[in-house]
């Protein structure tokens, strides 16, 4: 059963990504959007030490990935990766070299947020334009001898 | 190698996803089928795009 999409599912939906979908009873779509965009962050955090998510580390980029809300909210909230800055600082030894991978993390978390905008954008795009979004399926339906709504 | 994987992986998820936000108005196939169209479309697009920047550049060394 589908339920009438509205502004509201914006906020659940860029905080954490696919809950959107998932509250306008598209479950599959919701719970495939939630596995990848969250996988992509989550791999891209680890990889780049979090340093992905860091203003302290990457004060522009970061602002690619807030399209999911975890970003910006771990970044204000605590930022993790400022602790190995911290630490590189305090002492050499303690010093950590920069992964291999962590640019691959740092492109993965910005990937992610860019992602989150498109499903964003879709949710957005049913509250403001639903009528033009059924006409065109509808007439695109009728074109191919299919029933006008799909339930 | 896990390189190549982190480039599949950016790519099946940027099909993935869009295959599922974006309105499909013709959808006559499956959802796995048109994913697997899109993930194909673009690994192989990047790669030809890959393939003429090495050539152009192994022309001007």
Redesign the interface.
């Given at each position: 059963m589908t339920k009438k999409p509205h502004l509201g599912l914006l906020l659940p939906a860029w905080i954490l990504p696919g809950s959107g979908h998932f509250l306008m009873g598209e479950r599959l779509k919701g719970f495939t959007i939630f596995a990848v965009i969250n996988g992509l962050w989550i791999i891209g955090a680890l990889l780049s030490d979090f340093e992905a998510i860091s203003k302290a580390f990457h004060p522009y980029l970061v602002w690619l990935g807030a399209g999911c809300g975890a970003t910006p909210l771990i970044g204000i909230l605590f930022d993790p990766a400022s602790e190995n800055l911290l630490q590189g600082i305090q002492s050499v030894n303690t010093y950590k070299d920069v992964g291999q991978y962590n640019d691959s993390g740092v492109q993965m978390v910005c990937f992610a947020g860019l992602l989150n905008v498109m499903v964003l954008l879709d949710i957005a795009d049913r509250v403001i334009d639903p009528c033009g979004r059924k006409e065109s399926e509808s007439q695109q339906n009728e074109t191919h001898g299919l029933p006008a709504e799909r339930k | 190698m896990?390189?190549l994987f982190?480039f599949l992986?950016?790519t099946a998820?940027?099909s993935?996803?869009?295959v599922?936000?974006?309105?499909q108005?013709?959808r006559?196939k499956s959802v796995i089928n048109e994913i697997s169209r899109h993930f194909v479309s673009i690994a192989g697009l990047i790669l030809i795009l890959a393939i003429i920047i090495k050539g152009v550049s192994a022309v001007f060394q």
């Open positions: - | 896990l390189d982190f992986l950016l998820s940027l993935i996803v869009h599922f936000v974006s309105p108005p013709r006559t």
